[in-house]
C-alpha cells in the first residue's frame, strides 16, 4: 500500500514537472527559437506519455469490456448448468416412472399367463373327461350292439 502511494506521489511529480517544461517549451516555440536535444526529447517524451495514458485507457476500458463478457458467459454456463441438472432430474423421474410402469405390466403379464395357464390345465381336464366320457360311452353302445 505505501509503495503504491509512493509511485502514485512520484508520478503526479513528474506529472507536474513535465507539465511546466511543456509550457515553457511551448514559449520558448511560439517566440520562434530553437529547442535543444533534451528539450526535443522532453518534448517526445510528454507525447509518448499522451499516448500511452491513451493506450492505457483503451487497455482498461478493453479490460472491462472482457470481464464483462466473462461473466455474462460464466452466467449463462451456470444458466445452462442449471437446465442440465433440471434436465437430468426429470429424466431420473421419468426413469423411475418408466421402470414402474414396466413392472406393473410385468407383473400383469405374469398374473394373466399364470390365469391362461390354469384356464388350460382346466380345458385339458375337460377334454379328457369328455373324451373319457365319449369313449366309456361308445364302449357301452358297442356292448349293446354286440347283445343284440
Do not use: C, P
Not at 509550457?23 to 499522451?50: P, S
Amino acid at each position: 500500500m505505501v509503495e503504491h502511494l509512493t509511485y502514485e506521489v512520484a508520478r503526479e511529480i513528474v506529472e507536474k514537472a513535465l507539465a511546466q517544461q511543456l509550457v515553457k517549451l511551448a514559449e520558448k516555440l511560439a517566440g520562434g527559437k530553437r529547442l535543444t536535444q533534451f528539450e526535443m526529447a522532453m518534448l517526445l517524451v510528454a507525447l509518448t506519455r499522451d499516448d500511452l495514458g491513451k493506450l492505457e485507457k483503451s487497455v482498461r476500458e478493453l479490460r472491462s469490456e472482457m470481464d464483462k463478457k466473462i461473466d455474462f458467459t460464466n452466467s449463462r454456463i451456470d444458466d445452462l448448468s442449471k437446465k442440465i441438472d433440471f434436465t437430468n432430474s426429470r429424466i431420473d423421474d421419468l426413469k423411475g416412472d418408466f421402470d414402474e410402469k414396466i413392472e406393473l405390466i410385468h407383473q400383469s403379464l405374469e398374473k394373466r399367463v399364470d390365469d391362461l395357464r390354469s384356464e388350460v390345465i382346466l380345458l385339458r381336464q375337460s377334454v379328457d373327461s369328455l373324451r373319457d366320457l365319449i369313449l366309456a360311452f361308445s364302449s357301452q353302445k358297442k356292448r349293446e350292439e354286440e347283445k343284440k
